[in-house]
């Protein structure tokens, strides 16, 4: 069974965090909900999540993908943190799948992971990507390798399932987006 991680900041974008978090474990991935510190983290919107564990607690070792919502200041708490900067490194230099939606993508420039790569992000961001040596590129998901971008909260269905695909496999991604009727709702997308 694959395993995820998923970062949580202060401010993250709920419909982002929580479509990724629900598909996933849908197609039974593992996925592991990790806060920056100890405690429930409030979202954007007010939504509260308690995480299983802080980051701390976590070895992106034991993982096959970590996974970055967006949202303000969300994105921006999580490309202050030193220690999801490092992680974002590990993962990417293991060659496990790195994944971040929304305003994300500029947490992976920081990292000095998108250089040369095609990547998305909020539109009127594009900058952050290009900042960070990568080619910023319109579309609802874009896949580089190991790295996998999205633009935001309308499009975490198409991330999520993406990721779903990567990490559980086709037949499996195909079954939920058929579950969750995104099948239909996405023919108009």
Known sequence: MARGLVLLAPGFEEIEATTVIDI???SKVEVTLVGLGPGAVEGAHGIRIMPERSIGEVSVKEYDAIILPGGAPGYE?????GRVIEMVKEAHGAGKLVAAIC???AVLSDAGILKGKRGTIYP???EEI???GGEAKKGFVVI???VITSMGPATAIHFALTLAERLAGKDVAEGVRR???ADMALRKG
């Not at 708490?77 to 943190?81: A, H, Y």
């Open 124 to 126: 009127g961001m594009e």
């Open 77 to 81: 708490n999580l490309r202050r943190d």
């Open 24 to 26: 996933l474990r849908r």
């Open 103 to 105: 305003a994300s993508p």
């Open 144 to 146: 580089d390798g190991n």
């Open 130 to 132: 290009r900042r960070g």
């Open 179 to 181: 579950e969750t009727l």
